[in-house]
């Protein structure tokens, strides 16, 4: 089940409508969020693991959209490629230098979205991303945002099973937080996520 990734793709669109631009969408590797690039003019994805673009690759075919995207493997801060606009889909705190990344963006494009954890959300706890969410929201603190929205949602699970199946690569830290839903069917874990728009 997990969370409504439509839903936040609308939120997205809502932000900036992405039909007919061209975008740089870095982290785009596992391909969940391919959704926002139906209208585009172009998706570049750009991720520096190969096998996370492999599993975007198949995403892609499956969802027919194949054609929209051109996938780069490389490291966001060597990429030249310019566009409309640049989106971190849930990958700004996983970069190494969140500030220098932005500041990076908004020499290829005017528009930066960036769709993220938000540093109230549970989920970040459980998966033990809360340190690393919170320091890449405070390095955007010298960015003007042009938009700013957060949004409060669940992770639903069946059962311990799926949730042990989506984290499992999370660490150990994160399956000792999950103990709590042993034996537990039907659940939902709060997620709180927010889109910034940064224009330069
Ligand atoms: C949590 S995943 C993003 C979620 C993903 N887009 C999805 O649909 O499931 C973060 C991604 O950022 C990528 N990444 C981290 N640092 C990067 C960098 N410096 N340049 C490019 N990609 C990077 C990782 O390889 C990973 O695939």
New binding site residues.
């Given amino acids: 089940m997990a969370v409504d990734i439509n839903k936040m793709i609308t939120n997205l669109l809502d932000i900036f409508n992405l039909t007919d631009k061209t975008i740089i969408s870095?982290?785009?590797?596992?391909?969940?969020?391919i959704e926002y690039g139906r209208n585009a003019k172009k998706v570049f994805a750009?991720?520096?693991?190969e096998a996370?673009l492999e599993m975007l690759k198949e995403n892609l075919i499956r969802s027919g959209l194949t054609h929209q995207f051109t996938l780069i493997n490389?490291?966001?801060?060597l990429i030249n490629q310019h566009g409309d606009v640049v989106i971190f889909?849930?990958?700004l705190h996983?970069?190494?230098d969140p500030a220098l990344a932005i500041k990076h963006a908004l020499t290829l494009s005017p528009n930066v979205l960036i769709l993220d954890h938000w540093i109230t959300s549970d989920w970040i706890y459980f998966i033990d991303e809360k340190e690393k969410v919170t320091s890449s929201w405070a390095a955007l603190e010298t960015f003007d945002f042009k938009k700013f929205q957060h949004y409060d949602t669940f992770e639903f699970f069946d059962d311990y099973e799926e949730l042990f199946e989506k984290i499992k690569g999370q660490g150990e830290t994160a399956i000792s937080r999950i103990a709590e839903f042993q034996g537990k069917k039907q659940f939902t874990i709060p997620l709180s996520y927010a889109i910034a728009l940064i224009s330069g």
Avoid: I, P, T, W
């Avoid at 870095?26 to 969020?33: C, L, M, P, W």
């Avoid at 750009?46 to 693991?49: G, R, S």
């Avoid at 490389?74 to 801060?77: G, R, V």
């Fill in positions: 870095v982290g785009a590797g596992g391909g969940q969020f750009v991720d520096n693991d996370a490389s490291d966001f801060y889909e849930l990958s996983e970069l190494s």
